[in-house]
């Protein structure tokens, strides 16, 4: 009973928090824009105004899920790595890479392409937390440095051996065979979304059914506990970094070729800092992270159909994120509600002692 209304605490927090980063942004809109009524029901009704506006919801939600996923586990570890951005980036390198380079069979192609950017972000979810282990560098500053280090080698490759001469900064065109092709006609909405609900069940599995799973939660909350009760921490730590870096090369990997038909990421992608929100919004639940990825792109699809027929600019999205980010990371938040629970669970546990005692 205990933890179910702890979980419900977190919920109204959240929920609590969303609410009133609406009303504030709505304020500022009503303020702004010469006609705040328009403005308003574009950014909240904007996205099912068309089917291809309610589908490009779906389409940019699906990286987020992947980044969402790939932070859900390697920071459950106890380490602050960022390194989901460049084992995505370069997941989608060496997916453009076996794209053109690679002559095989529909089906095969894209398995072939996306175990690659998986097991790419694998190797370079592990660089942060070696680089710790053996030089005692931190591992958000080394995996922070690692995104320019990847986007400048990462295009470095493309230029160099893959690059369209006609244009000069984009790759020549994938073969057919790598494209995830299309669900929905009309839209660019690829079978990737099939692919994302799979990694969604598998990564829910191994963190809330796995033995795997209950080390990790273990060891990221009391390090000197897990090695008393006889985990192998340093093998949960490294492997944990090894499947997040996956899950986002897989992310990545599925995104290049669901989304583009040749390598067009000439400026560094980031997805990181997208992933933590999530997984914050989700209170770092693997099966809420879909719905929280959905409400992120659903209001930047808001916003932008907003500032496309107004006087109102989408980075109002940002004042959103960053209030939902304040509120939810407050320790003070709703903490009345929360100190009369625990206050009210006390005492009926001393009532329910108390009567046990007189028995």
């Known amino acids: 009973m205990k933890k179910k209304k702890k979980d419900w605490y977190g919920v109204i927090r959240v929920l609590a928090a969303v609410a009133l980063a609406f009303i504030i942004a709505t304020i500022i809109i009503a303020i702004v824009a010469e006609d705040p009524a328009t403005a308003l029901h574009k950014f909240f009704l904007g996205p099912f105004s068309t089917k291809r506006n309610f589908f490009n919801v779906i389409e940019s939600m699906i990286p987020l899920v992947f980044a969402a996923l790939a932070i859900n586990i390697m920071h459950k570890s106890g380490l602050f790595s960022m390194a989901a951005d460049s084992a995505f980036y370069m997941a989608g390198v060496t997916a453009a890479s076996i794209a053109i380079g690679c002559k095989l069979p529909a089906g095969v192609h894209q398995v072939v392409i996306i175990l690659a950017g998986a097991l790419v972000g694998g190797l370079i979810g592990l660089i942060p937390v070696l680089i710790k282990k053996f030089c005692g560098a931190n591992e958000l500053v080394v995996s922070l440095m690692m995104?320019?280090?990847?986007?400048?080698?990462?295009?470095?490759?493309?230029?160099?051996?893959?690059?369209?001469?006609?244009?000069?900064?984009?790759?020549?065109?994938?073969?057919?065979?790598?494209?995830?092709?299309?669900?929905?006609?009309?839209?660019?909405?690829?079978?990737?979304?099939?692919?994302?609900?799979?990694?969604?069940?598998?990564?829910?599995?191994?963190?809330?059914?796995?033995?795997?799973?209950?080390?990790?939660?273990?060891?990221?909350?009391?390090?000197?506990?897990?090695?008393?009760?006889?985990?192998?921490?340093?093998?949960?730590?490294?492997?944990?970094?090894?499947?997040?870096?996956?899950?986002?090369?897989?992310?990545?990997?599925?995104?290049?070729?669901?989304?583009?038909?040749?390598?067009?990421?000439?400026?560094?992608?980031?997805?990181?800092?997208?992933g933590i929100?999530?997984?914050?919004?989700?209170?770092?639940?693997?099966?809420?992270?879909?719905?929280?990825?959905?409400?992120?792109?659903?209001?930047?699809?808001?916003?932008?159909?907003?500032?496309?027929?107004?006087?109102?600019?989408?980075?109002?999205?940002?004042?959103?994120?960053?209030?939902i980010i304040l509120l939810v990371a407050s320790e003070r938040f709703l903490y009345t509600m929360k100190k009369r629970q625990e206050e009210k669970e006390a005492l009926e546990n001393q009532l329910i002692e108390d009567k046990k005692a007189e028995e």
């Open 277 to 323: 929100l999530i997984n914050l919004l989700a209170s770092t639940k693997p099966l809420f992270i879909p719905l929280a990825a959905f409400f992120i792109s659903y209001i930047r699809v808001g916003a932008t159909v907003m500032s496309r027929g107004g006087d109102v600019d989408a980075e109002i999205v940002s004042v959103i994120q960053g209030i």
């Open 147 to 274: 995104g320019y280090l990847f986007f400048n080698f990462g295009y470095w490759l493309i230029r160099e051996f893959f690059i369209d001469i006609a244009n000069g900064s984009y790759s020549v065109k994938f073969e057919k065979t790598a494209s995830l092709g299309k669900m929905i006609q009309g839209t660019n909405t690829h079978y990737g979304v099939l692919i994302m609900i799979v990694a969604v069940i598998l990564v829910w599995i191994l963190m809330d059914k796995s033995k795997f799973g209950r080390e990790l939660k273990i060891t990221g909350a009391n390090r000197r506990f897990a090695k008393y009760a006889g985990i192998n921490v340093g093998g949960v730590i490294v492997g944990s970094q090894f499947v997040g870096g996956a899950v986002a090369g897989a992310g990545g990997a599925v995104e290049m070729i669901g989304m583009y038909s040749k390598f067009e990421w000439i400026i560094s992608v980031s997805y990181v800092w997208d």
